[in-house]
Nanobody, 126 residues
């Protein structure tokens, strides 16, 4: 079973930045499309961004376009989510997930992903 581990969350002030990392334990992420999702208290899970295995397909939710950047570093078996210009409404638990089905395009639809990490808390507050 693929084990995904998120890191990089924390407390930052509005306007600040964080970089989240998604790494795999004992397996390579490089073969899979990877998505970042978030869930705030009392709200539904939201797809934030995704990147295909080749990095040829990338998508962002409208709420984060222009502020967040997803990337992957194959040598480190890691996917990153760079988050800039953070807002209080970005506060949530952020999860990375892997879609092990072969596909050239990634999706922000969470049900397509079958392996999930435990999440990392991101809090934006002054």
């Amino acid at each position: 079973q693929l084990q995904l581990v998120e890191s990089g969350g924390g407390l930052v002030q509005p306007g600040g930045s964080l970089r989240l990392s998604c790494a795999a334990s004992k397996f390579t992420l490089n073969y899979y499309n990877i998505g970042w999702f978030r869930q705030a208290p009392g709200k539904e899970r939201e797809g934030v961004s995704c990147i295909s295995s080749s990095a040829g397909s990338i998508a962002y939710a409208d709420s984060v376009k222009g502020r967040f950047t997803i990337s992957r570093e194959y040598a480190k078996n890691t996917v990153y989510l760079q988050m800039n210009s953070l807002r209080p409404e970005d506060t949530a638990v952020y999860y990375c997930a892997a879609d092990r089905k072969p596909s050239r395009t990634c999706t922000l639809f969470g049900d397509e992903y079958d392996q999930w990490g435990q999440g990392t808390q991101v809090t934006i507050s002054s």
